[in-house]
Nanobody, 124 residues
């Protein structure tokens, strides 16, 4: 499966942005989708994950209450709505997929396919 992350850009602190992850070349509904981000000098950070049925979503403490996941399986797309952004959220954001028969994971090594990343810059 191929993943295409998009929607990144420059936003002012306190603002909102929605990034998307579109999948092709596979049966999207059989995957759990996770979002991660990376800043220079740091490991990839888990943000959130959503199961194929959207029945379960999981969020890292750093984004809980500010970020919201949703998915549209008909469009093979997952959305990450990000609110109340601050400079600490500046990073390259990646989506990744993991087969749905495995439990949701916050470890990047557990995800099989990755998108190319989209840059989010929060200006103060």
């Amino acid at each position: 499966v191929q993943l295409q992350a998009s929607g990144g850009g420059v936003v002012q602190a306190g603002g909102s942005l929605r990034v998307s992850c579109a999948a092709s070349g596979g049966t999207f509904t059989t995957y759990t989708v996770g979002w991660f981000r990376r800043t220079p000098g740091k490991d990839r950070e888990f943000l959130a994950a959503i199961t194929w049925s959207s029945e379960s979503t999981y969020y890292a403490d750093s984004v809980k209450g500010r970020f919201t996941l949703s998915r549209d399986n008909a469009k093979n797309t997952v959305y990450l709505q990000m609110n109340s952004l601050d400079s600490e959220d500046t990073a390259v954001y990646y989506c990744a997929v993991r087969p749905s028969w495995y439990s949701v994971s916050s470890y990047s090594k557990d995800y099989s396919y990755w998108g190319q990343g989209t840059l989010v810059t929060v200006s103060s």
